[in-house]
């Protein structure tokens, strides 16, 4: 029984690892409400715990918190190539705390009372408060009408290096017949995409396609597509635009800025970047 808790612990640290990344990706959470998120889900766990009588389960359910820093520090070092422990990500902190934090929650409340979940009188007073808090957030941001873009932060260059220098001796024989400066573009939008969409989520993305089918951003190009396209199809893709975009400049000497914005304006300034980095080496 106390290998099953053990393993049940893992896995929820791992879905909790994944919510979380979703749901950063989708709403840019920061760490205050990364940790609040966080602790709802143990209390959803501690609730169901104890609804169906899983009180050995509920015993050390902070440690879920603690199997979900272990998959992050695995997620960082090796899917994308970052230090854990740069005191400028504060993961180590965000951890630490959230764990404190688990473990104040889980002894003193959910391990002494018999329901986790509230009773119908709780409830009641919750959505009174619940409508006059969404009434004041509401009248209090009605003119607030445009939503902010989230900022995508890259890794610095001395990473950025390491990628370029990983990808390419991936990729070298797909690239090596191409312009110097045309492969520093694929190259560039390669680790753009690779960094914001890693390798493990590629997959998921592959295996979600060859289930429903549906028309989504493939390979580590990310080029959407209706059809199953591996890496290096995308990468054949995308030299091929990037061929016609440069065709259509009529000066003789390519026009780097006019090609990468032409290919992808939104995120021009990042791969421009990424671009100066690789193309000083």
């Known amino acids: 029984m106390g290998i099953i808790i053990w393993l049940s612990y893992i896995v929820f640290g791992v879905i909790l690892f994944f919510l979380l990344h979703i749901f950063s990706n989708k709403y840019n959470l920061n760490k205050f409400q990364s940790i609040c998120f ?22 050390n359910l902070f440690l879920i918190f603690v199997f979900e820093m272990v998959f992050k520090m695995i997620y960082f070092t090796y899917f994308l190539d970052k230090d854990f422990f740069d005191r400028r990500d504060n993961n180590v902190s965000y951890s630490v705390v959230l764990i404190i934090i688990g473990y104040i929650i889980n002894s003193q409340f959910i391990n002494k009372v018999d329901q986790v979940f509230l009773s119908g009188e709780d409830f009641r007073i919750i959505l009174w408060f619940l409508a006059f808090l969404f009434l004041f957030q509401f009248f209090k941001n009605k003119e607030q009408t445009v939503e902010k873009r989230k900022e ?15 990808l390419k001796s991936q990729f070298f024989e797909e690239t090596n017949n191409y312009d110097k400066d045309i492969a520093y573009i694929i190259y560039a939008i390669m680790i753009f995409n690779n960094y914001q969409r890693p390798e493990i989520y590629r997959t998921y993305d592959n295996l979600m396609f060859k289930i429903n089918g549906k028309s ?21 893709l995308v030299y091929k635009k990037i061929i016609k975009i440069r065709e259509k400049q009529k000066t003789k000497k390519i026009n780097i800025d006019n090609i990468i914005d032409n290919y992808d304006k939104s995120n021009s300034k990042n791969i ?7 193309s000083k080496i």
Do not use: C, H, W
Not at 42 to 47: A, F, V
Not at 152 to 166: F, N, Q, R
Not at 219 to 232: A, E, L, N, R, Y
């Open 152 to 166: 995508i932060v890259l890794p610095d260059k001395e990473k950025i290096v390491m990628m370029y220098a990983k």
């Open 272 to 278: 421009k970047l990424i671009y100066d980095y690789i």
């Open 216 to 236: 989504k951003k493939l390979g580590i190009m990310q080029v959407d597509s209706k059809k199953f396209i591996t890496d290096i199809e995308s990468i054949d």
């Open 38 to 59: 966080s602790i709802i889900y143990m209390m959803i766990l501690g609730g169901l715990g104890s609804r169906f009588g899983f009180l050995k389960f509920n015993e």
